[in-house]
Antibody, heavy 113, light 110 residues
Framework: EVQVVESGGELVQPGGSLRLSCTVSGFTFSGYWMTWARQAPGKGLEWVANINQDGSGKYYVDSVKGRFTISRDNAKNSLNLQMNSLRAEDTAVYYC??????WGQGTTVTVSS | QSVLTQAPSASGTPGQRVTISCSGSSSNIGSNTVNWYQQLPGTAPKLLIYDNNQRPSGAPDRFSGSKSGTSASLAISGLQSEDEADYYCAAWDNSLNGWIFGGGTKLTVL
């Protein structure tokens, strides 16, 4: 069974940092693009970043460029999102997504003082 | 503001056929395929349609997708109460170099 599980979400102060992780099972992780998407409270879906199979290609939505870094460890079947200089508008449920087809259940990030 | 445009709401009665539209541009829907996602209340999104009109394993055949030019549509036939959810379209945008979503359509089954 294909599984995607996020972790690391918590309450953080504005300007702070947080690292989200995603562990997968049930498929060959190194064969897929991976994506982070988010959903602010009561709002729609927003793509945040994605990374190609070997980690050499990374793309980001403009609002997080220079603040967020996506990375992967194919040996550990894990995807990460390092989030720095967090703002209130980064408050959202963050989803790890395989190839834009399989979604995790999400992890909640709250940026507030 | 979403680059893909969807009506915020739609409704229908059980058994009815409902269509949800998604409008984009040449840099996204016009040159790339469209996915549709269903998000039931309080749950994560689930892929419903990929590559414009393909259903993943497990997706009911009551759901169908189509694309013409810079617009796409999701049709739901034989509407059921469990179809009440938010529906999102998505496509890669060549200008933004990223995925974009529609604003979502909240479907109510009357």
């Amino acid at each position: 069974e294909v599984q995607v599980v996020e972790s690391g979400g918590e309450l953080v102060q504005p300007g702070g940092s947080l690292r989200l992780s995603c562990t997968v099972s049930g498929f060959t992780f190194s064969g897929y693009w991976m994506t982070w998407a988010r959903q602010a409270p009561g709002k729609g879906l927003e793509w945040v970043a994605n990374i190609n199979q070997d980690g050499s290609g990374k793309y980001y939505v403009d609002s997080v460029k220079g603040r967020f870094t996506i990375s992967r460890d194919n040996a550990k079947n894990s995807l990460n999102l390092q989030m720095n200089s967090l703002r209130a508008e980064d408050t959202a449920v963050y989803y790890c997504v395989r190839n834009m087809d399989v979604w995790g259940q999400g992890t909640t990030v709250t940026v507030s003082s | 503001q979403s680059v893909l445009t969807q009506a915020p709401s739609a409704s229908g009665t059980p058994g009815q056929r409902v269509t949800i539209s998604c409008s984009g541009s040449s840099s996204n829907i016009g040159s790339n395929t469209v996915n549709w996602y269903q998000q039931l209340p309080g749950t994560a999104p689930k892929l419903l349609i990929y590559d414009n009109n393909q259903r993943p394993s497990g997706a009911p055949d009551r759901f169908s997708g189509s694309k013409s030019g810079t617009s796409a549509s999701l049709a739901i036939s034989g509407l059921q109460s469990e179809d009440e959810a938010d529906y999102y379209c998505a496509a890669w945008d060549n200008s933004l170099n990223g995925w974009i979503f529609g604003g979502g359509t909240k479907l109510t089954v009357l």
